[in-house]
């Protein structure tokens, strides 16, 4: 119901944009997140938005280079990349979940996408 789209190959420094669409679901209701795994990691936290688009949060690691935003009339939520590194190679994932702030656990979020890959090459 949630899918993950936008990832894709990109050279240090280079931008993209994912996008997080859902069906069956109205986005609106809920705190949409992304997490990213890399190749023997575990999942991590990136970044979060509240439902109105007012509140959001980052990883220390990606704060100042990424933005979490949504278009609920959409119903999509994207992040914005900008100054990829090497260290941000991972598998994306957006997920769903109907706490009442923004939370970086795993298990506040009941809902997953299938993730995209996004590599950035040195």
């Known amino acids: 119901q949630l899918q993950a789209s936008g990832g894709g190959l990109v050279q240090v420094g280079g931008s993209l944009r994912l996008s997080c669409a859902a069906s069956?679901?109205?986005?609106?209701?809920?705190?949409i997140a992304w997490f990213r795994q890399a190749p023997a990691k575990e999942r991590e936290f990136v970044a979060a938005?509240?439902?109105?688009?007012?509140?959001?949060y980052y990883a220390d690691s990606v704060k100042g280079r990424f933005t979490i935003s949504r278009d609920n009339a959409k119903n999509t939520v994207y992040l914005q990349m900008n100054s990829l590194k090497p260290e941000d190679t991972a598998l994306y994932y957006c997920a769903a979940g109907r706490s009442r702030f923004v939370a970086v656990s795993i298990p506040s979020y009941a809902y997953w996408g299938q993730g995209t890959q996004v590599t950035v090459s040195s």
């Open positions: 938005i509240n439902w109105n688009g007012d509140s959001t």
């Open positions: 069956g679901r109205t986005l609106s209701s809920y705190v």
